[in-house]
């Protein structure tokens, strides 16, 4: 083991949390069996699932492989009184976690080792200038999605309408998989209309940094070089179910109010 690396590690801890519902089989068991290794590294210091109906949940706890890990705390399995939704499941899951900075990754897609590593020396090259409200994004999601052009870029509410002249602007600021503050979680407000919640969907992300921009004066979308994770589609992925509803939500209900935000920043800055 590479001393320095660990050093490292320890010293910049990172959560990694999975929102789950009845992905144990068809994804979830074999990727979080390649990261209790990271915990074994020291790569992540924790990883924490929340599961929305409990299939998986029962199943973690069935599996010996995971009993040990469960023990000692490095491994937590939650699951829902009831079902939460997208977004609200992945507010809870970060919101358990024990560390500022946290992984946020779906559970039917994944990230090896040199995603962690890649976050963690931008973490710590940039430590002096990251807002306390940041989002880490990815820079591909492989094989489907590259954003690569927007490397070392940085949106913030100064910069926003730049964006909007895009055609992929709606994926990139939609893909998720990314590191964020827990600051965010622990302080964003959210219409708790489930109506609203439904509507959103596989738009959840993008609703998500919309609120993240309008709350926090200081938030920073940043777009990492060589950040990349493997990005899984499939005919029970939410996005795929819900991407027509998805992009009239988006286009019609969340790029205005995105816009409007840009426009009343420029007003009050002029």
């Known amino acids: 083991m590479n001393l320095e690396h660990t050093y490292v590690s320890i010293n910049l801890p990172i959560s990694l949390c ?38 998986d949940y029962n199943k973690f706890l069935n599996n010996q492989i995971y009993k040990p890990y469960i023990c000692n705390g490095k491994l937590k399995i939650f699951k829902n009184e009831r079902i939460l ?65 927007y490397s070392g870029e940085i949106i913030t509410t100064k910069n926003l309408g730049l964006f909007f002249n895009r055609s992929d602007y709606g994926v990139l600021l939609n893909t998720g998989n990314y590191v964020l503050t827990k600051s965010i979680v622990n302080n964003i407000k959210y219409h708790r209309s489930q109506e609203i919640l439904t509507k959103i969907s596989a738009c959840d992300v993008m609703y998500f940094i919309l609120l993240a921009f309008q709350q926090f004066t200081d938030f920073e979308f940043h777009i990492i070089k060589d950040l990349s994770y493997d990005h899984s589609l499939h005919d029970d992925s939410e996005y795929i179910k819900t991407n027509e509803m998805c992009k009239h939500f988006r286009e019609k209900i969340l790029k205005p109010q995105y816009i409007q935000l840009w426009h009343k920043y420029k007003q009050t800055n002029q």
Do not use: W
């Not at 999975?18 to 074999?30: E, G, H, Q």
């Not at 990261?35 to 924490?48: F, P, T, V």
């Not at 499941?89 to 994944?110: M, P, Q, R, T, Y």
């Open 18 to 55: 999975i929102p789950t519902k009845n992905r144990y089989d068809s994804f979830l068991n074999r990727y979080v069996e390649q990261y209790i290794r990271y915990l074994d590294n020291m790569i992540i210091s924790e990883i924490i699932i929340c599961d929305e109906d409990g299939g």
């Open 85 to 149: 939704g997208v977004f609200e499941n992945k507010l809870k899951v970060v919101s358990l976690s024990n560390n500022e900075f946290v992984a946020l990754i779906d559970s039917d897609n994944f990230c090896d080792e040199s995603y962690f590593t890649t976050v963690r020396e931008y973490i710590i090259n940039n430590k002096q200038s990251l807002s306390k409200h940041i989002i880490l994004a990815p820079s591909r999601g492989k094989p489907n999605f590259d954003f690569t052009q």
